[in-house]
């Protein structure tokens, strides 16, 4: 793919993962679905399985940003390891293009975990599992988790 192609697949991967989060949430899965319609790659079980990573997994807030887990499985789901070459070595390279997904996040949003997004968006943290608190967060953060999604989709594809 020429570089001028990759460009164009990057910002249409914007604009859908922007799309999608406003419409359907769940980060993790719009950043795989985004990617999986832009570029390929990514599988229907693989976009099921990032479900549970959103919110910093299990909405509680804790863990990484679901759209930077998303980037991540999408990043490994061309360069991954897979079970019949567990024995072949760590596969390196994936993780020297995660690392570098990781490091751009950080250096963009000023963090990797939900709590730390929450709290460069807001200047306050939620307990998702508060449904006011819930309802606090969507109104507070505006289109800021749609632009995070956004933003890893189009990382993403320019790095594949």
């Keep these: 793919m020429n570089s001028a192609n990759k460009s164009e697949l990057a ?6 993962a922007f799309d999608y989060e406003l419409e359907f949430g769940c980060c993790p899965q719009c950043v795989l679905t ?4 832009t570029i390929g790659y990514v599988t229907d079980d693989t976009i099921k399985a990032s479900h549970g990573l959103s919110g ?13 887990t998303g980037g991540l499985m999408a990043l490994s789901c061309k360069r991954g390891r897979e079970r019949e070459n567990f024995e072949k070595g760590k596969y ?22 939900c709590q730390e997004l929450q709290q ?13 608190e819930y309802a606090q967060f969507s109104e507070d953060r505006e289109n800021q988790c749609a632009h995070t999604s956004a933003m890893v989709s189009k990382w993403v594809v320019e790095m594949l």
């Design 92 to 113: 390196i390279t994936n993780f020297k293009h995660g690392q570098k997904l990781v490091e751009r996040f950080k250096s963009e949003f000023g963090g990797v975990t």
């Design 120 to 132: 460069q968006f807001t200047g306050k943290t939620y307990d998702l599992w508060n449904a006011k």
């Design 56 to 68: 910093g997994g299990g909405l509680t807030g804790v863990g990484a940003c679901g759209a930077l």
């Design 11 to 16: 910002e249409q991967a914007y604009q859908l």
């Design 34 to 37: 985004t990617i999986k319609e």
